[in-house]
């Protein structure tokens, strides 16, 4: 069964830094892009950073350019979102996302349980 386990949230002060990890299973792990998503509390998930399926491509909402990097261990297959530089307003919980296909439901959305970060002033 595909599954998205995410790891890594915690309380970090502003300036400081996380490491995000998404441990997937159940499918072919560099068939798909990843995508890391975030939802503060009263506001609409929002799209973080993406890395595409043979990784060769990344993506980061302007928000986060220059102070989260996405990365993948293959081997592990294993995505991970680095931020470094955090502010309060980086606050919320952090989603892993993949769209898979399988035989028995075609393409569907597949999310991790969210981890949740907290950046204090």
């Known amino acids: 069964e595909v599954q998205l386990v995410e790891s890594g949230g915690g309380l970090v002060q502003a300036g400081g830094s996380l490491r995000l990890s998404c441990a997937a299973s159940?499918?072919?792990?560099?068939?798909?892009?990843i995508g890391w998503f975030r939802q503060a509390p009263g506001k609409e998930r929002e799209g973080v950073s993406c890395i595409s399926s043979r990784r060769g491509s990344t993506y980061y909402a302007d928000s986060v350019k220059g102070r989260f990097t996405i990365s993948s261990d293959n081997a592990k297959n294993t995505v991970y979102l680095q931020m470094n530089s955090l502010k309060p307003e980086d606050t919320g919980v952090y989603y892993c996302?993949?769209?898979?296909?399988?035989?028995?439901?075609?393409?569907?959305?597949?999310w991790g349980q969210g981890t949740q970060v907290t950046v204090s002033s």
């Open positions: 159940g499918f072919t792990f560099d068939d798909y892009a």
């Open positions: 996302h993949a769209n898979v296909w399988t035989p028995a439901t075609g393409s569907r959305d597949y």
